[in-house]
């Protein structure tokens, strides 16, 4: 089983620039796509991100495309979001997520329910 820890949420100014990690224990990442979803209060949760294993394509939403940077480095097990020129809308709780399932490697459509391992999340608030 796949233990998932996202870190490096905050507080930041509309402009400013965060990253978070998601490490990983008890199986390696390097073989399955990564996601990264959000959930803003009230609303559903939401596909960010999606990496697929070698790198293989790197997808994002309409909303944060040239924003958010998403990577992976199988050494430390770890998948990373960039995320520059945050805005109040993009205030949420981010999660990491492994796929599982056939074609887990790569991200196809990524929706939440093709992934079977999750986070705890971690609080990004942007806000002046």
């Known amino acids: 089983q796949v233990q998932l820890v996202e870190s490096g949420g905050g507080l930041v100014q509309p402009g400013g620039s965060l990253r978070l990690s998601c490490a990983a224990s008890?199986?390696?990442?390097?073989?399955?796509?990564i996601g990264w979803f959000r959930q803003a209060p009230g609303k559903g949760r939401e596909g960010v991100t999606c990496?697929?294993?070698?790198?293989?394509?790197?997808y994002y939403a309409e909303s944060v495309k040239g924003r958010f940077t998403i990577s992976r480095d199988n050494a430390k097990n770890t998948v990373y979001l960039q995320m520059n020129s945050l805005k109040p809308e993009d205030t949420a709780v981010y999660y990491c997520?492994?796929?599982?399932?056939?074609?887990?490697?790569?991200?196809?459509?990524?929706?939440?329910?093709?992934?079977?391992?999750w986070g705890q999340g971690t609080q990004v608030t942007v806000s002046s």
């Open positions: 008890g199986r390696t990442l390097a073989y399955n796509a």
């Open positions: 990496i697929s294993m070698s790198d293989r394509g790197a």
């Open positions: 997520a492994r796929k599982s399932g056939p074609g887990s490697a790569y991200c196809g459509s990524w929706t939440p329910i093709d992934f079977g391992s």
